[in-house]
């Protein structure tokens, strides 16, 4: 059974960063590409950025040049950088094993760390 547990997330102003990590266990890390995902209030979870086992990112539009993904594999822990963080960053964060394609493999959803962009 996979088991993620988020962390990093927190209150920033407009124009700042937040780096997110990803501690994963339960599963082979090191086989499976990792993802990022987020949920708004009254939106669906959507992928955001992706990762494979060798480094390779993938990110959606909206996060592109802003935030960057990375992994450790000898750690079992996959991070994001977030800069120039937006008001409709607002939302929870979670990581996730997926497939090539994106989409969410292995168990369930971690508890997610919250990410708020006020000023």
């Known amino acids: 059974q996979a088991l993620l547990v988020e962390s990093g997330g927190g209150l920033v102003q407009p124009g700042g960063s937040l780096r997110l990590s990803c501690a994963a266990s339960?599963?082979?890390?090191?086989?499976?590409?990792m993802g990022w995902f987020r949920q708004a209030p009254g939106e669906a979870r959507t992928l955001l950025a992706s990762?494979?086992?060798?480094?390779?990112?993938r990110y959606v539009d909206s996060v592109k040049g802003r935030f960057t993904i990375s992994r450790d594999n000898a750690k079992y822990t996959v991070d994001l950088e977030m800069n120039s963080l937006k008001p409709e960053d607002t939302a929870v964060y979670y990581c996730?094993?997926?497939?090539?394609?994106?989409?969410?493999?292995?168990?369930?959803w971690g508890q997610g760390t919250q990410v708020t962009v006020s000023s």
């Open positions: 996730r094993p997926v497939t090539p394609s994106g989409h969410p493999i292995l168990g369930g």
């Open positions: 339960g599963f082979a890390f090191n086989s499976h590409s």
């Open positions: 990762i494979t086992y060798n480094g390779t990112a």
